[in-house]
């Protein structure tokens, strides 16, 4: 024992070295490369930029919407949840911290683990302390919009808190739920319409209420809220799930790989959220910057450029792109255990089974079915797929009879699904598309989360100049006869 005390005080690099290789064996098989970088540095090396100081620094704030209700939607709480905890673990302060949610998950009859929310198929609860800022019917768009602002004066309940930032502060905005071209979805209604929540932004940085902004969007057609509309002089830079013309994916959905625990009837996550969130709990935030987090998002969430599988979508850009050369700790802190964490249950290079965010209702729908016991719930619950699948049916029969009916029978489709050149926006005229809408829901019934999907083709109707009178007509004619009672706007309210 002396002999080798003796040869490490005659020989200091050996044992240097002995230490580095114990530290990478410890983490060679946690994590990729740049998490080995992170356990070891040089001396001079440092973990905070020096070029900025805690003065410039700021506060950080953030926005976590989850703009959906029901037990089928699970997963766009559970990413809320998760996201706020993550947060929590940087060092962001509750009171700068706003959550929307409905909060109508942790404690659902169907929950299998009361009071308790997962993000992950092994994930430890992620409801426990987070904050109830706007939750049920206070979660809606005018409400975010106020809090934003740092409008407290414009909002309708909820705990009052809103973004009273400053001109050095950062921001950081994540949304997530369903969506359609050009809006996001909200549980209480009217929908979020881009070019309203634009004009938001717009305010928001002619206040001087902050110094930057990172917003991260899931929801389908995400990438049409900001398609030639979002300015890049805002110093906002955007991520999206998908692009303007696609679906984003539900995951961690029962019978799919990988799954969750098998008493689970929901997905627990969507593809685009858990690939940041569980980027950001494996790396180093203040080695990470911005633009190597969206590049691995991207990665993971198009499942690794396999499209040809079905699942995946392309994560993409918007606004102030400067911004990505940031380090990712600006905006949602730094965890001082981050540097040792393992890494996930999952490798972040396996493929992932995922659901079109549209269908993951459906899927809900039918778990629940299978595992009900013969009897009345069963039949009832039989009768809610029935019912729910025909709405649908009629959504879209509904939309190809009225552009028939516009644009005749052989140019009716092209007329209504027609997507413009990148770089343009949705629609020229967004009043237009939300009048549209209210005519189509007064005549047809409501959209619900899967009907967002035609908000393009009442888009191309505006576009294309067709008279509001001519619509109307075109609505009674394609809905005259079918039942809406159920889904008319009455009882459920406008999406615009």
């Not at 976590?64 to 940087?90: E, M, P």
């Amino acid at each position: 024992m002396a002999d080798r005390q003796s040869l490490f005080v005659k020989n200091p690099t050996l044992l240097l070295l002995l230490l580095l290789l114990s530290a990478a064996a410890v983490t060679s098989g946690a994590t990729r490369l740049n998490s080995l970088e992170s356990v070891i540095r040089m001396p001079t090396e440092k973990d905070e930029p020096e070029a900025v100081d805690d003065q410039e620094l700021g506060t950080r704030w953030a926005v976590l919407v989850a703009g959906s209700s029901g037990f089928d939607n699970y997963r766009h709480q559970a990413d809320v949840c998760h996201a706020y905890q993550l947060l929590r673990k940087g060092g962001l302060r509750e009171e700068n911290i706003v959550v929307f949610m409905y909060d109508d998950i942790a404690n659902n009859e169907l929950n299998p683990r009361p009071g308790v929310i997962i993000n992950h198929p092994q994930g430890d609860d992620v409801y426990s302390g987070v904050p109830k800022d706007y939750t049920g019917e206070h979660v809606t768009t005018r409400n975010l919009y106020a809090v934003l602002l740092g409008d407290k004066g414009a909002l309708s309940g909820g705990s009052g808190k809103v973004v009273d930032s400053k001109p050095n502060d950062r921001i950081f905005l994540y949304y997530t739920d369903h969506g359609g071209p050009g809006v996001l979805g909200m549980p209480n209604l009217p929908y979020l319409y881009a070019m309203d929540f634009i004009d938001v932004l717009k305010k928001k940085h002619a206040s001087g209420g902050y110094k930057e902004m990172v917003i991260y969007v899931e929801a389908c057609e995400s990438g049409s809220i900001f398609e030639g509309i979002m300015p890049k002089d805002l110093n906002i830079y955007v991520t999206t799930a998908s692009n303007a013309q696609e679906n984003s994916w539900g995951t961690y959905c029962p019978g799919m790989e990988p799954s969750p625990p098998p008493e689970f009837i929901t997905c627990l996550g969507d593809l685009y959220s858990i690939a940041w969130m569980e980027d950001s709990e494996t790396h180093n935030l203040k080695r990470e910057t911005v633009n190597q987090q969206y590049e691995a998002v991207k990665d993971r969430t198009s499942n690794f450029n396999t499209f040809n599988m079905g699942f995946g979508s392309h994560v993409m850009e918007y606004g102030t792109t400067d911004i990505k050369a940031e380090k990712l700790y600006l905006y949602q802190g730094f965890d001082p255990a981050s540097v040792n964490l393992p890494p996930n249950y999952l490798s972040t290079s396996t493929h992932m089974e995922a659901v079109n965010q549209r269908y993951a209702e459906l899927l809900f729908l039918w778990h629940m079915y299978k595992n009900l016991e013969d009897g009345s719930e069963k039949m009832e619950t039989l009768k809610l797929i029935t019912e729910t699948v025909r709405h649908r049916i009629h959504l879209d029969s509904s939309i190809d009879l009225i552009g028939k009916l516009l644009y005749g029978g052989t140019k009716g489709s092209a007329g209504l699904n027609h997507v413009r050149a990148p770089g343009l926006p949705l629609v020229d005229d967004w009043e237009c598309l939300k009048h549209t809408v209210r005519v189509f829901e007064t005549q047809c019934g409501s959209l619900t989360q899967y009907g967002m999907k035609h908000m393009r083709a009442f888009a191309n109707i505006c576009n294309s100049g067709v008279s509001q009178a001519l619509v109307e007509e075109a609505c009674m004619a394609a809905c005259t006869g079918h039942e809406t009672r159920q889904w008319h706007p009455s009882n459920r309210g406008y999406s615009a």
